[in-house]
Every structure is written in structure tokens, then in C-alpha cells.
């Protein structure tokens, strides 16, 4: 289900008139599997019957270094834009008027990676690398300010280094590039999954009830769950 890719749809409503308007979203993802005619390369949510071939041993990366944006889950606004969403750490520009996916949204706290795909907050902790967010971050109540999260698996598979679970903010009603505030980070024993929390005016409610598997760069292609 989480791995199938999406289609965005508009209503325009005017005067005794809807307008609508239907399109798939070219994402990277997207644009891979149409050349390769398969699902490409990627982080899946679940495995594939049968299950998709492992990473060249030469490149036993190249699942995690794939554009990784198939979201089709939420849509936010953020300023005059918008940006499309799922359980990843990234979020996806969209313009509203074309419905055309325009790359992943840059922040001022990006830690440049070797493409736009691979960039990081540069407040991520060392040894970690984010490989969830969640699909439904929410505005503090009274105020512009979204509250989201983004879970760090450690990069040592099997080692005693532990998850991290981190709470960031941003503001909804700014244009242009603005950083991600961590406002906590939280130990954890697992990599957690939180498809979606709770917010009040004065606390984040997180359920640590779903574990994620530990990304692996050898065996099978990694899956999340």
C-alpha cells in the first residue's frame, strides 16, 4: 500500500462550477521505475513478492542514496507554497498550479550531501542518519509554528550506539529558505515510527508503541517495516 506511487488531485471551485484536475507525480521515484519498468531502486515500506534484487555489491548503498521522495501522503503549506509528504524526513515541493513535483524543499540548516537527495539537517547527530519523518506534522495550537519529527537510525548495525527520536519546528507562514529548530532529542532503544503524534499548546505527545527494522547495507534491499 505505502509503496504504490500517487496521484495528486485539485477542485477548483468557482461560481455553479468544479474544476478538476488529475496528475501523477513525477518524482524521482517516479521517474526511476518508468526507466527501469520495476519499482527502482529505494527504501520500501515492506517487502515485494518476489523480493527485489540486492544492490550491486560495488554499490551496496544504492538503495539509500536513491531520490527516496515517492510522497503522496499529506500536503502542507508552507508561505505560498507547498510541499507534498509521507512517513520520510524529506518533504517535496509541489506547484499548485501545474500539480508538477519541483525537487526536494531546501532549508538554511542543510548539510550538503553529494546530491539534493542526500541532504541532511546539520544538526543530525554523528554516526546517525535520518530515515523517517512523519506524514502529518502539526501546528502548535494559537500559532504558525508546525512541530515535526525525524527519527535517526545509527549507521553501525548491532552496535551499542542508539536511535535517536528528534522534535523540530518551523514556521508555517514563512516564504523562502528558514532552518528547522530541534527543540528535543530523545534516546531510543529502536528506530520508532510515528506516522503521526499529538500536540497541545504546552506538550508533543509521541507513542513509542512501532519499531522500524535496523537499515542494512548487507542482505536483502533494507525495508522500513
Known amino acids: 500500500?505505502?509503496?504504490?506511487?500517487?496521484?495528486?488531485?485539485r477542485f477548483e471551485l468557482r461560481d455553479k462550477q468544479v474544476c478538476y484536475t488529475s496528475k501523477w507525480l513525477n518524482t524521482g521515484a517516479m521517474r526511476a521505475a518508468n526507466t527501469t519498468h520495476d519499482l527502482g531502486r529505494g527504501v520500501l515500506f515492506m517487502d515485494t513478492t518476489p523480493?527485489?534484487?540486492?544492490?550491486?555489491?560495488?554499490l551496496p548503498m544504492c538503495d539509500l542514496q536513491a531520490p527516496n521522495d515517492n510522497n503522496w501522503v499529506n500536503l502542507l503549506t508552507i508561505g505560498s507554497g507547498a510541499v507534498?509528504?509521507?512517513d520520510s524526513h524529506k518533504m517535496i515541493n509541489i506547484d499548485l498550479e501545474t500539480l508538477n513535483v519541483t525537487g526536494v524543499r531546501p532549508w538554511a540548516d542543510d548539510q550538503k550531501g553529494a546530491t539534493p537527495e542526500s541532504e541532511q539537517p546539520d544538526w543530525v547527530s554523528a554516526l546517525h542518519i535520518p530515515v523517517v519523518g512523519s506524514a502529518h506534522p502539526l501546528l502548535r495550537p494559537g500559532t504558525q509554528q508546525v512541530v515535526d519529527v525525524v527519527v535517526e537510525a545509527p549507521m553501525a548495525m548491532g552496535s551499542v550506539i542508539h536511535s535517536f527520536v528528534d522534535v523540530y519546528t518551523f514556521e508555517a507562514d514563512v516564504d523562502g529558505l528558514q532552518s528547522r529548530k530541534r527543540i528535543a532529542s530523545l534516546k531510543a532503544d529502536a528506530n520508532q515510527?510515528?506516522?503521526?503524534?499529538?500536540?497541545?499548546?504546552?506538550?508533543?505527545?509521541l507513542p513509542f508503541n512501532i519499531q522500524l527494522k535496523m537499515l542494512s547495507i548487507i542482505g536483502p534491499p533494507p525495508t522500513l517495516l
Not at 500500500?1 to 488531485?9: A, C
Not at 523480493?51 to 560495488?58: D, E, G
Request: charged share 10%; hydrophobic share 40%.
Open 51 to 58: 523480493t527485489k534484487p540486492a544492490c550491486p555489491m560495488l
Open 1 to 9: 500500500v505505502f509503496d504504490g506511487f500517487g496521484r495528486v488531485n
Open 84 to 86: 507534498m509528504l509521507s
Open 193 to 205: 515510527y510515528f506516522h503521526s503524534f499529538g500536540v497541545t499548546p504546552n506538550y508533543i505527545v
